[in-house]
Nanobody, 117 residues
């Protein structure tokens, strides 16, 4: 069993920054992909950014050059630094851990990010 615990959400004004953290615990294989998804009201959940244990990061076009995903593999923790936040970034952000080539995936409980003036 794998548990993902997110932190760092909140309210910020447009142009501001937030940093999300997600710590994974339990039985985790070292080669995995950790990432962040988000879901806004009335919309489908979408991938924001992901990064495999040894791979390069991948980003949604809407967040490129504004968000940065990083990992501390020793701590099984993934971070999402979000800069230049816009109202369109308002959503519940979910941490995800999965293994390439399998259907196995784990989700965090979600953390709310609200960008408004």
């Amino acid at each position: 069993q794998v548990q993902l615990v997110e932190s760092g959400g909140g309210w910020v004004q447009p142009g501001g920054s937030l940093r999300l953290s997600c710590a994974a615990s339990g039985s985790i294989f070292s080669m995995n992909i950790m990432g962040w998804y988000r879901q806004a009201p009335g919309k489908e959940r979408e991938l924001v950014a992901s990064r495999s244990t040894l791979g390069t990061p991948e980003y949604a076009d809407s967040v490129k050059d504004r968000f940065t995903i990083s990992r501390d593999n020793a701590k099984n923790t993934v971070y999402l630094q979000m800069n230049s936040l816009q109202p369109a970034d308002t959503a519940v952000y979910y941490c995800n851990l999965k293994y390439r080539g399998t259907s196995t995936a784990y989700w965090g409980q979600g953390t709310q990010v609200t960008v408004s003036s």
